[in-house]
T-cell receptor, first 114, second 113 residues
Framework: EAGVTQFPSHSVIEKGQTVTLRCDPISGHDNLYWYRRVMGKEIKFLLHFVKESKQDESGMPNNRFLAERTGGTYSTLKVQPAELEDSGVYFC????????????FGAGSRLTVL | ELKVEQNPLFLSMQEGKNYTIYCNYSTTSDRLYWYRQDPGKSLESLFVLLSNGAVKQEGRLMASLDTKARLSTLHITAAVHDLSATYFCAVDNSGGSNYKLTFGKGTLLTVNP
């Protein structure tokens, strides 16, 4: 079974530019989550999709961040315009709709904003 | 606001030795998770602890949960180099919906020959 796949693994951009991160969850997983780890800090929750619907986006830092999951399959997280404090590792995770929902995480996308 | 504190944050130990990583959390929770991360890799689920007194073991790792003390421990027995990684505990802060995890900062474990 393929795991959670994230792309790109590392992105280096300049302040003010736009970056789009992509996450492909495990096939059949209705729940998709985005988390972020800023350097030296804890991994923090950003938002949660159930299929294509945003269930909870209380962790999104501000309106420069836009997450989508059209069709309920893969998801994208766009940062526009990027700021220095957005640098960090963005993790995606997925879990089935029912059962003991252990989140399966991807390897993360490292974002560096210069 | 739920807070999760791990200690130590850095742990260097010799092969063959035993040690314990501690995870304290500030409010009641339904579930506690331990994850392992190797550099550049995904977070790998190790244990899910669901109730007071729960104990789970896998190889040289054993996790326990005391919900009254709001404390979980990850005990390492006779460490080997392959256990070198970062270990995270995470607490379910979603009221049972099981998606909004609050993580500790992680413990970077280095096992030296």
């Amino acid at each position: 079974e393929a795991g959670v796949t994230q792309f790109p693994s590392h992105s280096v951009i300049e302040k003010g530019q736009t970056v789009t991160l992509r996450c492909d969850p495990i096939s059949g997983h209705d729940n998709l989550y985005w988390y972020r780890r800023v350097m030296g800090k804890e991994i923090k929750f950003l938002l949660h999709f159930v299929k294509e619907s945003k269930q909870d986006e209380s962790g999104m830092p501000n309106n420069r961040f836009l997450a989508e999951r059209t069709g309920g399959t893969y998801s994208t997280l766009k940062v526009q315009p990027a700021e220095l404090e957005d640098s960090g590792v963005y993790f995606c995770a997925s879990s089935p709709q029912w059962g003991a929902n252990v989140l399966t995480f991807g390897a993360g996308s490292r974002l560096t904003v210069l | 606001e739920l807070k999760v504190e791990q200690n130590p944050l850095f742990l260097s130990m010799q092969e063959g030795k035993n040690y314990t990583i501690y995870c304290n959390y500030s409010t009641t929770s339904d579930r506690l998770y331990w994850y392992r991360q190797d550099p550049g890799k995904s977070l790998e689920s190790l244990f899910v602890l669901l109730s007071n007194g729960a104990v789970k073991q896998e190889g040289r790792l054993m996790a326990s949960l005391d919900t009254k003390a709001r404390l979980s421990t990850l005990h390492i027995t006779a460490a080997v180099h392959d256990l070198s990684a970062t270990y995270f505990c995470a607490v379910d802060n979603s009221g049972g919906s099981n998606y909004k995890l609050t993580f500790g900062k992680g413990t970077l474990l280095t096992v030296n020959p």
